[in-house]
């Protein structure tokens, strides 16, 4: 890629649409080229494109976030297949955790730093959050929220940047299950496998200092838990 890639989604139509740092591109899986699809954010050039996931209906929501910066200069939009976007929160630092329950009426997200990962109220219909809450919070020794996915019994698992884990949380924000991992920096998380039964964990090693990396050679691995429970599918971009 010509850019860093941010996050992606697979389209119904074929290829992926992925989140560049100059907006959401069509991508021909076959032959790698590129069409620009949204600019989403042209009058921000300091940010970058961040976390994105499609919802239930197949709209694509993505994150911006400053690129060199921890400033609140980012914010959530929502991309509809016809070519248009909107901003629907902003004033975000690091967006992450985007996801949406088995039903899509509860909306997941994360500004990271916050430690937060709230739930909102979501009508499938219009593509529009409502009324918000905590979910859950980071303890201060536990890291914080980055990349998350939802179960088919409606459990939240959530990445812990800086915490050694993945945690479950249940519909309620009940913590469920830790499990610990050997890397410090796990980034994000989705399900796989043939009966998506299989939680597949990302990590980081960037800015690790040696001694952090000496504590967690395994930096940077893909890691692959057998979990117990299934995944579901995720959407298509519909556009």
């Known amino acids: 890629m010509?850019?860093?890639?941010?996050?992606?989604?697979?389209?119904?139509?074929?290829?992926?649409?992925?989140?560049?740092?100059?907006?959401?591109?069509?991508?021909?899986?076959?032959?790698?080229?590129?069409?620009?699809?949204?600019?989403?954010?042209?009058?921000?050039?300091?940010?970058?494109?961040?976390?994105?996931?499609?919802?239930?209906?197949?709209?694509?929501?993505?994150?911006?976030?400053?690129?060199?910066?921890?400033?609140?200069?980012?914010?959530?939009?929502r991309v509809d297949p016809d070519r248009t976007s909107q901003r629907v929160l902003d004033g975000i630092t690091v967006p992450n955790s985007l996801s949406w329950s088995p039903d899509g009426r509860v909306m997941y997200f994360s500004d990271t730093p916050s430690r937060e990962i709230l739930a909102y109220d979501f009508d499938p219909a219009t593509g529009r959050p409502g009324a918000r809450r905590v979910f859950a919070r980071v303890p201060d020794d536990g890291g914080y929220p980055d990349g998350a996915t939802v179960d088919a019994e409606g459990f939240l698992w959530s990445a812990h940047w800086d915490g050694w884990r993945v945690t479950r949380y249940a519909p309620d924000g009940r913590v469920d299950r830790v499990i610990e991992l050997p890397v410090q920096r796990p980034t994000s998380c989705a399900f796989g496998g043939e009966r998506l039964d299989v939680l597949y964990v990302t990590s980081a090693s960037t800015r690790l200092t040696p001694t952090e990396l000496a504590r967690g050679p395994g930096a940077g691995g893909l890691f692959a838990v057998e979990v117990g429970v299934r995944g579901l599918l995720e959407s298509r971009f519909a556009g």
């Open 2 to 77: 010509p850019e860093a890639i941010g996050s992606f989604a697979l389209r119904e139509a074929g290829g992926a649409l992925v989140a560049l740092r100059s907006g959401l591109h069509l991508l021909d899986l076959r032959s790698g080229a590129l069409d620009l699809f949204c600019a989403v954010e042209p009058d921000r050039p300091d940010n970058r494109l961040n976390d994105g996931r499609c919802d239930r209906r197949g709209r694509f929501w993505v994150g911006s976030m400053h690129d060199r910066l921890r400033a609140p200069t980012g914010a959530l939009y």
